[in-house]
């Protein structure tokens, strides 16, 4: 049985920090790209992040240079540092066993078969 679960979300300030965990069982996520996503209130699923099957980073343009994504083979985990969040990130983040984002001018996408996704963790950045 896979599971995706996130955890590390909360209600933090303009400024601060979170890093959110996915943790993932069922599966072997060594080589399989794994995003994240994110849906705001009102709008749409978005892809944010994809650390790739082949080991390359990806991020949307709203958070490069402010969240880092990275992966734990071992532990079967995937990560998401964000720093300098602001109001405009709150949403429900989503891990899954996919990538699909605009980054930069290009549209990446890795998908082997396997959607999967977690039930997502709440993120509220508020003053």
């Known amino acids: 049985q896979v599971q995706l679960v996130e955890s590390g979300g909360g209600l933090v300030q303009p400024g601060e920090s979170l890093m959110l965990t996915c943790e993932v069982s069922?599966?072997?996520?060594?080589?399989?790209?794994m995003g994240w996503f994110r849906q705001a209130p009102g709008q749409e699923r978005e892809g944010i992040s994809c650390?790739?099957?082949?080991?390359?980073?990806y991020y949307h343009d709203s958070v490069k240079g402010r969240f880092t994504v990275s992966r734990d083979n071992g532990k079967n985990t995937v990560y998401l540092q964000m720093n300098s969040l602001k109001p405009e990130d709150t949403a429900v983040y989503y891990c899954?066993?996919?990538?699909?984002?605009?980054?930069?001018?290009?549209?990446?996408?890795?998908?082997?078969?396997?959607?999967?996704w977690g039930k997502g963790t709440v993120v509220n950045v508020s003053s």
């Open positions: 069922g599966f072997t996520i060594e080589k399989s790209g």
């Open positions: 899954a066993s996919r990538c699909g984002l605009h980054a930069g001018t290009t549209y990446y996408n890795e998908y082997y078969g396997m959607d999967y």
């Open positions: 650390t790739a099957g082949r080991g390359d980073e």
